[in-house]
């Protein structure tokens, strides 16, 4: 039987376990990076390892999320994590050298290799057919301490692209209307897989752009075939001895696929709340507007920007519009510059902010009260750009920067002919926001900085023989790492201060929660359908760690997540009948009497409900290697067993 492109790359990297659906695997791990906003924390993971250099090919960090520096945490952490770069064996990718996935595609990502990331968006590197998947920082420690990073044997999805984009339609279009056809949920548990005689028409930023949102599908990852386009983009960035090809064989199974037809689609947009609430920008046309925010890893490439200056030049932004423009990296910062099109986008009043993630993880530019902001970003999350009752609605930078110039959102098939925009021969090379690390030599002189902000994770204990303790908290469905760790700019500068951030754990939903957790030292969260969805933040594991959580029993996980709280030693549990959901009240007293023998043994496990009176059973959605780390109280401990 012939394979796909990922089970390719799973069996040649392939360590443990059995390449059938739903099974624990453990694969080599070739390269890994980690943003700032989550890397503080898995640097700190990887130092408690006692590891002395990272066991990776290429391990890079970057610094993007937590830019503004309005006080010296931010500060502190990025000396922090540059001092632990430069011993341990990892590149620092300097503050204004860009976003981590759009810097990552540029220059490091090689096809046919394995990448983790401490970052949701890490499948941005199936673009280049990377097998590229967002992962807890603890995962990403103990990938660069040369451990196997484990997931399940996911299905497989083809989608299959037929005929070719029209004018004005584009990549961020494709992946809106993939989002409206699978949903939210449509990819959990599998690997997107694209396919057919449309690929060869979209370039790899392009294909980048989708692989990038299917993170929003909840897929393991996405990824493209490495052809002649991924040879030509290598080569333009002047590394063609990285490319090798890639594509499936001809009778590789896929256990679904779906077809969509290029030529057919036309621009959409995401409405408030959720990226597959998909409408066409016809069907919205002439909505006013107040904000356009063009960037982020989603829509930041050099063409992406080129495309945006071309309909903005010579004109005006609508003066009831806020147009903010972030280009993805120094790279194309740079070559907008050289080329004139900067000029362009200043002329027509766009701010430009520095190459990072701003905006989209709520780092300034928030909009108005119940403002409506078109974002080229991924996720419209309620809350996430920072004001509360914002309205963001995802579309592409076509449509993005059309709309910024008449204040309504505009259809950009009204704007005329579109300019074609080639892809370049050459990029502008120049890496010098990139720092290598010290040889094992020199890295035994290298001092790690370490400021006040940086506190220790918090530590964690093996499983108790039972578990009681109140339901602290009960919430619905689709409930978001945002719901449970807010971003934003208030709180992004202390991701390395977990007793901090308690104070603002799950205040999105309820506002008393901290301070209810720290009263009773112990608790279980209640939740319904997809929780944890969203970025791979395992800040929403930890601070409820740190709170006291000690399982969390819901209808259905988001996958990383689950894993996250695996990682920290709390137990994730999955109703067996979803109707026991509506029998739980919040402040309910429960007990799971027999946990640690039942999880030993790999049984259900017993829940009571000792306020009603009423016992019933919750699986626990745990891999054995999983099931030995909860027991252990979390994934360092049980890596510290490992190693004896
Ligand atoms: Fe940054 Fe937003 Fe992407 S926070 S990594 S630009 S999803």
């Known amino acids: 039987m012939g394979l796909t492109i990922a089970q390719k790359i799973i069996r040649e990297h392939l360590v443990s376990g059995e390449m059938t659906v739903g099974s624990d695997i453990g694969l080599k791990i070739d390269q890994t990076l980690t943003q700032d906003a989550t890397g503080t924390m898995a640097y700190l993971e990887f130092e408690a390892m006692g590891v002395d250099r990272v066991k990776t090919e290429k391990s890079v960090a970057y610094i993007d999320h937590n830019t503004l520096q309005t006080g010296f945490e931010n500060a502190d952490d990025h000396r922090f994590i540059q001092s632990v770069a430069k011993k341990h064996g990892i590149w620092f990718s300097r503050p204004g050298n860009g976003i981590c996935h759009q810097v990552h595609l540029e220059r490091f990502g090689i096809p046919g290799k394995t990448l983790i990331g401490s970052d949701s968006h890490t499948p941005t590197g199936g673009g280049i057919g990377m097998l590229a998947i967002g992962a807890g920082g603890l995962d990403v420690a103990v990938a660069m301490g040369g451990g196997a990073y484990h997931i399940n044997m996911p299905k497989m999805l083809r989608v299959n692209l037929t005929g070719r984009l029209p004018a004005w339609v584009s990549a961020k279009d494709v992946i809106l209307k993939v989002l409206q056809v699978l949903t939210v949920k449509g990819g959990v548990g599998k690997i997107v897989e694209y396919a057919g005689e449309g690929v060869a028409s979209l370039t790899v930023p392009e294909r980048a752009t989708i692989t990038n949102m299917g993170a929003e599908l909840g897929a393991t990852t996405s990824i493209f075939p490495s052809d002649t386009v991924t040879r030509q983009f290598l080569a333009a960035q002047g590394r063609e001895a990285d490319w090798k090809p890639l594509s499936s064989d001809a009778d590789a199974v896929y256990d679904e696929e779906i077809t969509i037809d290029l030529s057919a689609l036309e621009p959409m947009a995401a409405c408030p709340h959720s990226p597959d609430n998909v409408k066409t920008v016809r069907e919205l046309t002439g909505m006013k507007i107040d904000q356009v925010c063009i960037g982020s890893c989603t829509n930041s490439s050099y063409l992406d920007m080129m495309r ?31 080329n004139g099109a900067l000029g362009d986008i200043i002329g027509a009043g766009a701010r430009v902010l520095e190459c990072a993630c701003g905006p989209c993880i709520g780092m300034g530019q928030s909009p108005n009260s119940a403002g409506i902001s078109l974002r080229t970003f991924n996720r419209n999350f309620e809350g996430r750009s920072g004001t509360a009752d914002g309205q963001i609605f995802l579309v592409s930078p076509e449509t993005a920067a059309a709309s910024a110039l008449t204040g309504v959102l505009t259809d950009p098939r009204t704007l005329g002919d579109e300019a074609a925009i080639p892809m370049p021969n050459a990029f502008l090379i120049n890496d010098n926001m990139v720092i290598a690390p010290a040889t094992p030599e020199d890295a035994k002189n290298v001092k790690i900085l370490r400021g006040p902000n940086i506190k220790p994770f918090p530590t964690t204990t093996p499983l108790a023989d039972s578990i009681s303790a109140k339901a602290l908290l009960k919430v619905g469905d689709n409930i978001t790492t945002d719901h449970i760790m807010p971003a934003g700019a208030k709180i992004l500068p202390y991701r390395s201060n977990i007793p901090y951030l308690s104070n603002f754990c799950f205040t999105v939903c309820d ?66 009948a979803e109707s026991d959901y509506d029998r739980i009240d919040e402040m309910d007293d429960l007990s799971l009497p027999q946990v640690r023998t039942e999880l030993e043994n790999a049984q259900p496990i017993t829940v009571k409900n000792e306020t009603k009176g009423f016992t019933f059973r919750a699986k626990a959605q745990l891999t054995n290697r999983q099931r030995e780390m909860v027991l252990a109280g979390g994934l360092l401990n049980y890596t510290k067993q490992q190693n004896g």
């Open 308 to 338: 945006v200056a071309s309909i903005l030049k010579g004109k005006t932004a609508a003066d009831t519009v806020s147009l903010a423009i972030a280009p993805g990296s120094k790279q194309v910062y740079n070559m907008l510059a050289k």
């Open 511 to 576: 506002k008393e929660f901290p301070a209810r957790a720290k009263e009773y030292g112990k608790g279980i969260i209640v939740g319904g359908q997809n929780y944890g969805q969203g970025s791979s933040r395992e800040h929403a594991a930890l601070v409820p760690l740190y709170l006291g959580i000690q399982a969390v029993l819901v209808k259905s996980f988001a996958r990383i997540h689950c894993a996250n709280l695996a990682n920290a030693g709390i137990l994730p549990l999955v109703f067996e």
